[in-house]
């Protein structure tokens, strides 16, 4: 009798509920996310809701400007040029026009130092302060539209009570259905890829191992992808990276794997880690050769250089995927690229990314954020947007040292991708400068003088 007293149809009616909507909440992910990743097609979902987003922030962002008007408030607009207008002159040729406005006297005869000249490295330090170039692509970029994300507007606040109530509406549905939906989808991603490649680590070396391989990889990557409601542009795949090559990438974010890979296969270099990353790293070695290095090989050169080597020499491997410039930018610009995956010789194929961050900003910055509080922003945010260009394939020219090839397939991949050439290392993300940096304005400051002073000795 105790048992009938104590059951409670409520509970059992919760109970049912629950079940129903766990179940319609896995088929839905099934059916519409996981199969479809699986056989690499789409149902055209997530174009529409990237075409509803902006007219959603175009809505959002006149109604700000107009609120500030009716209100004179001032807009902040971020600037998208350097703050100083510079002139693309020489050394010489500033340090010439300094000594005219200085004196008369013949400047073609002036051999000796001249107190003025260095007013010409002052105004470069101090411009350098005003309109620092390399640390402000270590922040993220500023949107002169707002995307109904706190962190993305300076101009974010109250101007009206629909347009606060949107922002809310975002919130609770970015927090309590996207969210979960993206972490749920991670996991399974995730979780695939460790069971599958473990799997097929038991398989013989092979054609079927070697395809088994790559479609699971593919399938687990796309399934990831969405995952970030990432969608993707990819233009001229003809010119996809192929066996015995090297894949070069300009590189905003963790992500920019994830979002390669979803296309084609790669064979990944980088350092051995623990944790979850280690089980992953482990169960991908088994089933494709990617290249891990322990901690105290990553600073051996010639190891390195000679595991790539061997590598890209055998081809029936995967073409290798790298990001010389071996830090996160911000998506601006593209910083120097190191010259290590060019002094191998192989057939080098440059890639473009792109994002864009009306949708929400990808750029890691790993200085101010933790992987798992990047990846939850990046789950958040309403979807990552991006074009992917594949440059036709670049090799060694004759003559050409192994810097001049890497600034090539650079200047490449910067033109394409509409994003700014800087020649400075994005290792002054955490560094200092190097001397090699202050040595090289020495030298071009005495190569203007020495002539001059050879001819008077």
């Known amino acids: 009798m105790g048992l009938f007293l104590d059951f409670n149809p ?3 009616l919760l109970c049912i509920l629950l079940g129903i909507s766990f179940t319609v909440w896995f088929t839905l992910l099934l059916v519409f996310i996981i199969v479809p990743a699986i056989f ?3 149902f055209g979902i997530r174009q529409l809701y990237m075409k509803t987003l902006l007219k959603i922030f175009e809505w959002a962002t006149h109604r700000i400007e107009r609120g500030a008007k009716d209100n004179n408030h001032l807009l902040y607009k971020p600037y998208s040029n350097a703050i100083i207008a510079k002139e693309p002159t020489s050394l010489e040729e500033e340090i010439k026009e300094i000594r005219r406005s200085g004196s008369n006297r013949d400047l073609d005869h002036a051999s000796e130092f001249e107190m003025s000249d260095i007013f010409y490295f002052c105004r470069q330090g101090v411009e350098s302060i005003m309109d620092d170039e390399v640390t402000k692509r270590f922040s993220a970029e500023e949107l002169e539209s707002w995307n109904l994300l706190t962190r993305s507007n300076y101009n974010f ?3 009206s009570l629909r347009l606060t109530v949107l922002w809310g509406l975002g919130v609770v549905i970015r927090y309590g259905f996207l969210l979960p939906l993206r972490v749920t989808l991670a996991f399974t991603g995730v979780g695939l890829l460790v069971v599958l490649t473990s799997i097929i680590g038991f398989l013989p070396n092979g054609r079927m191992k070697n395809f088994l ?4 990889h593919l399938m687990c990557y796309r399934i990831c992808v969405r995952a970030l409601t990432a969608i993707i542009t990819y233009h001229d795949s003809e010119n996809k990276p192929k066996n015995g090559g090297i894949c070069v990438a ?3 974010s963790p992500i920019d794997v994830i979002i390669l890979a979803s296309d084609g296969c790669y064979a990944m270099v980088g350092q051995i880690h623990g944790g979850l990353m280690g089980v992953i790293q482990k169960s991908m070695v088994k089933a494709c050769p990617h290249i891990w290095f322990e901690r ?3 600073k051996d050169r010639h190891l390195v250089a000679k595991r790539l080597s061997d590598h890209v020499e055998d081809k029936t491997k995967l073409p290798i995927l790298i990001f010389p410039e071996g830090t996160c930018i911000n998506n601006t610009s593209v910083m120097m690229f190191k010259k290590g995956s060019f002094e191998i010789g192989s057939t080098v194929y440059p890639v473009a990314i792109k994002y864009d961050p009306r949708f929400g900003d990808a750029f890691w910055n790993s200085s101010q954020f933790g992987m798992v509080n990047y990846l939850l922003r990046m789950m958040s945010s309403w979807a990552i947007v991006c074009s992917v260009w594949y440059l036709p394939p670049m090799t060694r020219e004759e003559g050409e040292d192994a810097v001049q090839f890497a600034n090539r397939v650079k200047a490449a991949i910067a ?4 994003l700014v050439d800087l020649l400075w290392d994005g290792g002054l993300k955490r ?3 190097k001397d090699t940096f202050k040595e090289e304005q020495q030298k071009l400051y005495s190569k203007i003088k020495l002539p001059v002073i050879g001819r008077e000795v």
């Open 296 to 298: 105290s090989e990553v």
């Open 10 to 12: 409520f509970d059992n």
């Open 415 to 418: 033109r394409q991708g509409g």
């Open 40 to 42: 690499g097609v789409s």
């Open 157 to 159: 606040q109250h101007i």
């Open 431 to 433: 560094g200092k400068v």
């Open 250 to 252: 300009n590189h905003t």
């Open 213 to 216: 391989s790559e479609q699971v």
